[in-house]
């Protein structure tokens, strides 16, 4: 079907992708689109309240509404010892809740019944007995004096403090803001927000009542680590449990966690002896899953007198929710937020951060991003461009007299972090070019005169992404190595299967690309499969960034494993000493006689038909990749914005993109991952927000409520790229599905503060929207 | 209650509650599970069909409203066993990476086409902004469906009247 199924499909090459048909036939396989024999349906009714005393919960009318099976509570779950289970943040958080509920959406209770709708009519049946409590909605009000103690029933727990961390030298910054000539302040708050995958979260668990086995189909970005997790909490053990993590309908981050609904549904198939669905609609998912961001964050930038960067101080507080179960590794209580240096060389830094208990969603997950990289970078550039304007520098030229340069890579940054290549000048160069920086300038400065409010935003970011390496990053002690399992079958094609799970960023296509160039099968010859624990071998998962970075090293290296067992085979073959032999894509042929070959398809064939005395049948092979260092995809985003002075109205006039993650592998998906990742960057600057009153009422819980960019505001992007490969990944590649996401919230905000600042407004919180401005402009003065 | 419309070109009844959505019809009583769930708000266009050749969303719609009317689904965009244009301009341009709400973007783009052989950037755009897409940022979605246009064109199978857009936006 395709103008391009003849290519090779080599790395470089923009090959259509192979997973397209499906989907475009309407024949993806998503969760809800299974239907099994005797399946029943699951509904979970969900606190009203953000803080709450459970009196009673009454549900004889329920359990009497026509096809319900059975209405389950915390109670039930605590006689099985599951009403409460561990986060990957070594937190506990509720199942389905026994004494309290502790933020709106909490699940308290859940109906199976032979329809959707009847589980439905049945929880509305359901009647709970609340005695509402005050709601702590921000890390303020839960440090206040006499502030409700939300998780009163932890041992030891005497107030709503997580965590306190710290990273980088104290002592050493302290003296550098003491010598400094100025130093810039920025607080500013990165609100929540949410992944909002188009296909919600959901599963079917079938508890096989003869065999014991549960198979569980689940919207999973990591279901070998969620097949060890269910092992762990259900007692189950691990060899019957297969997780099927099917086509996912987007991630972002969201379908990374273990949530209760999985649960509840695998312990009423297994108790009924019938498999249970369970689909969230759109408000749970909003409500009760993964969110994103909420850090309130202090920055001081300390400077010389030549306007060079000299430390930098951060503190934040991060309101976690009810439940600390943000998804990351284990040793770092704020995700990767100490990259906060960014792409300047800043000699000290000292980062601290506390974490706080709310009566809000839990489940801090990273949306788009490596483990909170994406608000050190929001950060770090909003800072920078506001040292610029403070001290009336050019934010393109203050950030080139303060970059980490070419020649100090591999370089370790002040909090530790050792960046493995980088050319953040030459980034920026490509994306003053394109934008045409210095007439454009002249414009913006010409049309201000004539009292236009006009600006450019910048932001230079640095990424940390590809977890591991495993001696440092974990997930509840699983070391984040990934996998690749290849096999390549007597005529010649081959299958490969991964330990990481596509949610639509092309796996099937990419990797099989990676096999193409390495081993020389053409891609459409390769079959990737992924998301079945059964079959496929152990990984980490997808997000962070990570597939290409350790599952695609995984797949370059299990293909020149079996290409060196290929060269025996060729030998044998030919008749040749191995090393006389010389590899071409595709083929073995003896040096000096180009004629003498044989393709790697004579080769499959003979490895089950014509072997050497003594080898091992089959061209088969697995590989663990364990990265010696995370990858740093970085570049540079340039907006222009014109605003409306008499609505506040911001408009995105131009956004270029040049991105700088390493080789390539298919250069078509990674413009439509960064096309992506700006659209949503721009969602996040400008429209989504998740946010409470003062009851704790979620508002943002629906897509009427929670603005998500359509086709109409977003953007039109100009794509650029710069290529520095990755030292210490074997294909040079870094990763790119987050880059954009983390990059441009700042450029965004940067160019409407750009716009703003003749006016002496310095910030304004995200998302920037009319009335926002409006205000700014109307507290200073500025009408139409 | 009984209900019969013609969905894909063959006719299809059911006996249905009355609270029953179009969209749970066609998933649960005829198997058609190209059509998607979003967001049950008629916000994001994933459950999106074509009803009489308009593009509706099924979420928001009864099935018991929609008796005697022709539906065009996901499935049956495909004809004689061949992609249609848009099918082919959404894979030529990489208009696709879930795939989640890619039924619902096609079927707009084939209502859009059928009216306005030729849309400009803009009219597309327009025309797809009752429709959420989390993972492509648009810009190929709005080149596939050119990308259509230019085959339909090139095929000689174009329609025949513009359709009344807005002027500006996505800019």
């Known amino acids: 079907m395709s103008s391009t199924m003849h290519m090779h499909g080599g790395i470089g090459e923009s090959i259509k992708r192979k997973e397209d048909g499906r989907f475009l036939r309407g024949k993806g396989n998503y969760v809800d689109d299974f239907v099994l024999p005797g399946m029943l349906h699951m509904s979970i009714l969900r606190s009203p309240h953000a803080h709450a005393r459970i009196k009673s919960i009454d549900t004889s009318a329920a359990g009497a509404k026509p096809g319900v099976i059975a209405v389950v509570t915390g109670e039930l779950m605590a006689q099985h010892k599951l009403a409460w289970m561990p986060t990957l943040s070594g937190d506990t958080q509720a199942v389905l809740a026994t004494d309290k509920v502790r933020f709106q959406g909490q699940e308290v209770a859940a109906v199976i019944a032979e329809t959707k709708v009847q589980a439905e009519d049945a929880r509305d049946a359901i009647v709970v007995d609340y005695d509402v409590l005050p709601a702590v909605i921000s890390p303020d009000g839960a440090k206040a004096a006499g502030a409700p103690l939300i998780r009163d029933e932890k041992e030891g727990q005497k107030d709503n403090h997580i965590y306190h961390w710290e990273s980088g030298d104290k002592a050493k910054t302290q003296a550098a803001f003491a010598k400094a000539a100025k130093v810039v302040r920025l607080h500013t708050f990165y609100p929540r927000c949410h992944p909002a995958p188009l296909e919600t979260c959901g599963c079917i668990a079938d508890v096989n009542p003869a065999t014991g086995k549960a198979t569980i189909y689940m919207t999973s970005q990591a279901p070998h680590a969620i097949r060890t997790v269910f092992a762990l909490v259900t007692g189950l053990p691990e060899q019957n449990i297969r997780i099927i993590s099917p086509d996912i309908g987007g991630g972002f981050g969201n379908k990374v966690p273990v949530y209760p609904g999985y649960v509840v549904a695998t312990a009423a198939s297994l108790l009924i002896g019938r498999p249970v669905k369970w689909i969230e609609d759109r408000n749970e998912n909003l409500i009760s899953t993964g969110f994103a961001r909420d850090f309130h964050m202090t920055g001081d930038l300390a400077l010389d007198e030549k306007g060079k960067m000299t430390a930098l101080r951060v503190h934040l507080d991060s309101d976690n929710g009810a439940f600390f179960s943000d998804a990351q590794p284990t040793k770092f209580k704020a995700g990767l937020f100490h990259i906060v240096t960014g792409s300047y060389d800043i000699p000290t830094a000292h980062v601290t951060a506390d974490g706080y208990y709310t009566n809000k969603a839990p489940g801090g997950v990273a949306y788009r991003c490596s483990f909170r990289v994406t608000e050190a970078s929001y950060l770090i550039e909003r800072l920078v461009t506001n040292a610029a304007i403070e001290l009336g520098l050019d934010q393109a030229e203050f950030r080139m007299n303060n970059f980490i340069q070419p020649e100090q890579f591999p370089y370790t940054s002040a909090t530790g972090w050792v960046y493995d290549s980088g050319d953040y000048p030459k980034a920026m160069n490509v994306a003053l070019e394109k934008l045409g920086y210095d007439e454009l300038r002249k414009d913006v400065e010409a049309r201000r005169k004539k009292g236009e409010v006009t600006g450019i935003g910048i932001a230079s970011f640095t990424e940390v992404v590809g977890a591991g390496h495993g001696a440092e990053f974990d997930i509840l002690g699983l070391r984040m190595f990934d996998s690749a399992e290849l096999r390549v079958h007597p005529t010649g094609k081959a299958m490969l299967r991964m330990g990481v799970k596509s949610q639509g960023q092309g796996h099937e296509t990419t990797f099989a690309q990676i096999v193409a160039e390495e081993l020389g099968i053409p891609a459409s010859d390769v079959a990737v499969e992924e998301g079945d624990t059964d079959t496929a071998p152990y990984g980490l998962g997808t997000y962070a960034s990570r597939s290409t970075p350790v599952a695609g090293a995984a797949t370059a290296m299990v293909s020149r494993k079996l290409r060196e067992k290929a060269r025996k085979l060729a030998a044998h073959l030919l008749e040749a000493a191995e090393e006389d032999l010389e590899w071409e894509r595709g083929k073995f042929f003896v040096k000096g006689s180009p004629d003498r070959f044989k393709t790697i398809q004579d080769i499959a064939f003979a490895a089950y038909t014509n072997l050497p005395e003594g080898m091992e049948a089959g061209l088969e092979g697995v590989h663990y990749y364990d990265p010696p260092n995370m990858t740093y995809p970085f570049g540079t985003y340039a907006v222009v914005v014109d605003i409306d002075k008499g609505t506040g109205q911001v408009k995105v006039k131009r956004m270029v993109a040049v991105d700088d993650c390493g080789v390539r592998i298919n250069p078509m998906i990674v413009e439509g991952q960064i096309h992506g990742g700006l659209t949503e960057g721009y969602g996040i600057a400008f429209m989504e927000l998740i946010t409470f009153d003062s009851e704790g009422n979620c508002i943002g819980s629906n897509f009427m409520d929670y603005l998500l960019p359509t086709a109409w505001e977003t953007p039109k992007f100009e794509m650029g790229e710069t290529t520095t490969p990755s030292p210490h990944h074997p294909l040079g590649a870094k990763g790119v599905g987050e880059s954009a996401t983390v990059g441009s919230p700042a450029a965004y905000v940067n160019a409407v503060i750009d716009a703003l600042s003749p006016y002496g407004i310095t910030n304004i919180d995200m998302p920037v929207t009319s009335d926002k401005v409006w205000a700014a402009l109307r507290s200073k003065g500025v009408t139409e | ?171």
């Open chain 2, 1 to 171: 209650m009984k209900v019969t419309m013609r969905v894909n070109g063959a006719e299809k009844s059911g006996d249905v509650e009355p609270r029953v959505l179009l969209v749970d019809f066609l998933r649960v009583n005829l198997a058609l599970t190209g059509t998607h769930v979003g967001c049950d708000t008629t916000s994001c266009g994933a459950c999106t069909v074509l009803l009489d050749g308009e593009p509706v969303k099924s979420c928001t719609q009864l099935a018991v409203q929609v008796d005697g009317y022709d539906i065009t689904t996901v499935e049956g965009l495909i004809q004689g066993g061949a992609l249609s244009p848009v099918q082919v301009g959404f894979h030529e341009e990489h208009g696709l990476q879930c795939g989640f709400c890619t039924p619902g973007m096609m079927l707009v783009g084939t209502a859009l086409l059928a009216n306005n052989p030729d849309p400009t950037d803009e009219q597309i755009r327009w025309a797809i902004s009752g429709n959420i897409c989390r993972c492509t940022g648009y810009m190929n979605i709005v080149k596939a469906i050119k990308h259509a246009a230019q085959l339909q064109q090139a095929t000689g199978k174009a329609g025949s009247h513009a359709a009344a857009v807005p002027a500006g936006g996505g800019e």
